[in-house]
């Protein structure tokens, strides 16, 4: 899995409760990323960040918030899930070959 | 920021067909290109990239062409194989803009027997 790991890969959750899904790596990478991905509209950027404490916004930020206490863990927050958040959720890292990404997580916002 | 654009959305190809996905690109400062191949309920893996300092790179049924002028990337694949049924994405990535990357919307290839 080239070092990378989501949790968890599957979740369902009521509409209005937050969710916290998880992001580690192993290799000490700097950069990471929070991806979402939805039919028509491919991979789009949520947050990403480029060290410990360090994140920068990507163009579908609201309603996301992201965590990097420490290098290996990279947190993305929904505070209050809605159904329009009801996607597939890929962490990716950046290494000598490019992006590699994790097996992503399924959320389901009923 | 940077917008890729990507077509077409869907393409069905006879088996030992060649395929061609094209993208566009809006920021002349991008100068990574790779090309992500995402299999049913799979993670996208890397398959191929190119580099603007370069105008062609082939990887054996693979090859991605650049035209910086115009902005745009292509990715062909040759004696196409049901194993290449996927969904392919492209995108640009900008090393001097924050080391992000920005998507195509993707093309759906299925490759008929």
């Known amino acids: 899995d080239a070092g990378i790991t989501q949790s968890p890969r599957h979740k369902v959750t009521e509409t209005g409760t937050p969710v916290t899904l998880r992001c580690h790596q192993t290799e000490n990478h700097r950069y990471m990323y929070w991806y979402r991905q939805d039919p028509g509209h491919g991979l789009r950027l949520i947050h990403y960040s480029y060290g410990v404490k360090d994140t920068d916004k990507g163009e579908v930020s609201d309603g996301y918030s992201v965590s990097r206490s420490k290098t290996e863990d990279f947190l993305l927050t929904l505070e209050s899930a809605t159904s329009s958040q009801t996607s597939v959720y890929f962490c990716a890292i950046t290494t000598i070959y490019g992006y590699t990404f994790g097996s992503g997580t399924r959320l389901t916002v009923v | 920021g940077e917008n890729v654009e990507q077509h077409p959305s869907t393409l069905s190809v006879q088996e030992g067909d060649s395929a061609v996905i094209k993208c566009t690109y809006s920021?002349?400062?991008?100068?990574?290109f790779p090309w992500y191949k995402q299999e049913l309920g799979k993670r996208p893996q890397l398959i191929i990239d190119i580099r603007s300092n370069v105008g062609e790179k082939k990887d054996q049924r693979i090859a991605v062409t650049l035209n910086k002028t115009a902005k745009h990337f292509s990715l062909h694949i040759t004696e196409t194989q049901p194993e290449d049924s996927a969904v392919y994405f492209c995108a640009a990535y900008n090393t001097g803009g924050g080391n992000k990357l920005t998507f195509g919307t993707g093309t759906q290839l299925k490759v008929e027997l």
């Open positions: 920021d002349s400062a991008s100068n990574y």
